[in-house]
């Protein structure tokens, strides 16, 4: 039997549009003698819609070109991913019954599971966790046949078709080890030839590793052929960016692999399934993803997002600091020099050196390039404010005074909210977020400052990340130090203060190699760290193989009261401001597990110690 995977760049949003070219792929693989020819999840709607679920139109219009690909299945079997409707139900939330489908059309009809009550293949296990909200919309497997006073492993059934009897599944059905059952062991155990998982999976680090690892195993176990066919494009929530790699493939029954097209390519997958499903795969091989993966999921992720807001030209502010020297130089790959603009915009505070660097930067790229100053309109801002009496009804007073800290945050706020923002609407662009993962954790950014921008290209990479990829991108994307060395070198510096002169080697308050390690506890680990966690560590002598820090704490802190100081200083502002700075920032690009937006879901709720935490502070300082 010769099946083919499709894995496809969809759409989100537009079924029509999608719809048009899964029947140019269905016309191909009948051209080609295929038998099947399977897509991805929701590969018609799109999958991370927001709220669109909502709206009827949009649904009929799914449901209208669903129909349109069982019109064109003659000769062939058809899988593909769309809504499923039951305009007569009503989900829990009182709208029409939606189910996250598998559709297998054959010769002009639709073919259900066998004693299924619809004609589609339900979805059984729904993700509710990360970025994922699927019973927020969609009614799954088991609810139906609690609904219909059946045992769920009766409606889990396959599908018969001229190509034997499949094993439809849905991505999370694939990932069964945190649930109760396990779809694709009943289907086993109901006769199923070949098993197709259709996914709509986002691309995070290092999840191949893992789905080659499980799915294999699955196969192995099952001793049946697996087909994994998932989707490339982005999608996106709203505040998180999510991009998607295909990776599509089959495992044969014996845990071998056969490769699809290459991650963040559209291609299809022929295979000619042999009887019985032996070994007909390479044996898996497992690694974890790199460098090179990182940047070229970061410039995907920039691409397609900037064709989906229709933006043509980009403006950065170039500090001579390696994050916007990073950005710089992604965008420089994927836009004509002359549709790229660096601003530099020194103050008093801003060394020869990073103007330098940022100068070289943009000589380097053959962008375009300005210096603006800003001295002059900071010092404006100030002379309005410092000194401005403030009257209240009744004859009450304020002289207000703008102190050093917060001349910062002016400064800040000019060079992006005044500066960038002219410059790129003059341009007719946008303009970037340089901030990284490490200072969006603890809100070191300024609010409606550099934390402004269209994009927050680099927010999920923390700032040890920062430099590997940008070492990557000299070396391998532009073959050249298009960013220059002293980039690397530099002090990381806001320079909006004496405070932090780079050429005196002052600069940040993070000490990146660990507050990275720190706030990656905090925000990465699947059961997340606090300082409770932390301080415990610390008194236990494991904080560094527990944090993964390379270095000795013991070299930052002269003792417990310093390293309780700094842990509950990040600590504060990471729960504190630092979540009213992410709430409002832009879209973040997300590359790695839990990135800020609605993959990091929080409440402004201010910040908390725990009871135990209190407890252990006063033993490692020994008070009372």
């Known amino acids: 039997m010769r099946i083919r995977l499709v894995q496809m760049e969809v759409a989100p949003g537009r079924p029509a549009e999608n719809t048009r070219r899964i029947l140019e792929h269905v016309a191909a693989?009948?051209?080609d003698g295929i038998a099947l020819a399977a897509f991805s999840e929701m590969v018609i709607p799109g999958y991370l819609l927001g709220d669109e679920w909502e709206r009827p139109a949009f649904l009929r219009d799914c449901e209208t070109c669903g129909e349109r690909v069982r019109e064109a299945s003659a000769g062939l079997t058809v899988v593909f991913g769309n809504v499923g409707i039951d305009w007569h139900k009503r989900n829990e939330d009182g709208r029409a019954r939606k189910y996250d489908a598998l559709f297998v059309a054959e010769d002009g009809r639709f073919i259900g599971p066998e004693g299924s009550p619809y004609p589609f293949a339900i979805k059984t296990l729904m993700p509710n966790y990360r970025e994922f909200d699927d019973s927020r919309h969609f009614y799954d497997l088991r609810k139906l046949a609690f609904e219909l006073g059946r045992d769920v492993r009766q409606l889990l059934a396959p599908v018969v078709t001229r190509c034997g009897r499949l094993g439809a599944v849905l991505c999370e059905d694939g990932w069964d080890g945190d649930y109760a059952l396990s779809p694709l062991r009943i289907l086993a155990e109901k006769g199923v030839d070949l098993f197709v998982n259709a996914s709509c999976?986002?691309?995070?680090?290092?999840?191949?590793?893992?789905?080659?690892?499980?799915?294999?195993a699955a196969a192995k176990a099952l001793g049946r052929p697996l087909c994994y066919v998932n989707n490339t494009g982005i999608q996106n929530n709203g505040k998180t960016v999510f991009t998607f790699d295909g990776s599509s493939c089959v495992y044969d029954g014996e845990g071998g692999q056969v490769e699809g097209p290459a991650a963040f390519t559209e291609g299809v997958l022929d295979v000619t399934i042999p009887p019985g499903g032996g070994r007909f795969g390479r044996p898996v091989t497992l690694h974890d993803d790199d460098t090179a993966m990182t940047a070229r999921a970061l410039l995907y992720g920039m691409e397609?997002?900037?064709k989906a807001c229709g933006v043509q030209r980009v403006v950065v502010g170039a500090s001579g600091g390696i994050d916007s020297a990073l950005v710089a130089a992604l965008y420089a790959r994927l836009l004509p020099a002359g549709d790229l603009v660096l601003v530099n915009m020194p103050s008093r505070y801003n060394s020869a050196t990073t103007v330098n660097l940022a100068r070289e930067l943009a000589a380097n790229l053959g962008c375009g390039y300005a210096e603006i100053p800003i001295e002059d309109s900071v010092r404006l801002t100030r002379s309005q404010i410092d000194g401005l009496t403030v009257t209240w009804a009744g004859g009450a007073t304020r002289r207000l005074e703008l102190g050093e800290a917060l001349l910062e945050n002016v400064q800040a706020r000019d060079r992006s909210g005044r500066v960038l923002a002219a410059v790129a609407a003059a341009v007719g662009g946008v303009f970037t977020c340089n901030a990284n993962k490490a200072e969006m954790t603890v809100g070191y950014t300024t609010l409606y400052g550099d934390l402004g921008g269209y994009l927050a290209a680099i927010a999920d990479l923390w700032k040890g990340d920062v430099y590997a990829v940008a070492r990557h991108v000299n070396r391998e994307i532009h073959g050249r130090d298009v960013i220059p060395e002293g980039s690397f070198r530099v002090v990381p510096s806001a320079e909006l203060s004496p405070a932090q002169a780079v050429d005196e080697g002052k600069g940040d308050p993070l000490v990146y190699p660990y507050h990275d390690c720190l706030f990656r506890s905090w925000v990465e680990a699947w059961n997340r760290?606090?300082?409770?966690?932390?301080?415990?560590?610390?008194?236990?002598?494991?904080?560094e193989t527990r944090l993964g820090y390379a270095g000795s704490v013991g070299d930052l802190f002269a003792g417990p009261e310093a390293f309780i100081a700094d842990l509950e200083r990040w600590w504060t502002q990471y729960q504190g401001l630092g979540v009213a700075k992410r709430i409002q920032a832009p879209p973040v690009l997300a590359v790695k597990r839990r990135a800020f937006g609605f993959d990091h879901r929080e409440a402004q709720m201010g910040p908390r110690y725990t009871e135990r935490y209190q407890v252990l502070r006063r033993q490692a300082l020994k008070t009372p």
């Open 29 to 31: 693989a009948r051209r």
């Open 201 to 216: 999976s986002p691309f995070t680090l290092n999840k191949n590793h893992k789905r080659n690892r499980v799915f294999a």
């Open 304 to 306: 397609r997002f900037m």
């Open 529 to 543: 760290a606090t300082p409770e966690d932390n301080l415990e560590w610390y008194m236990a002598g494991t904080l």
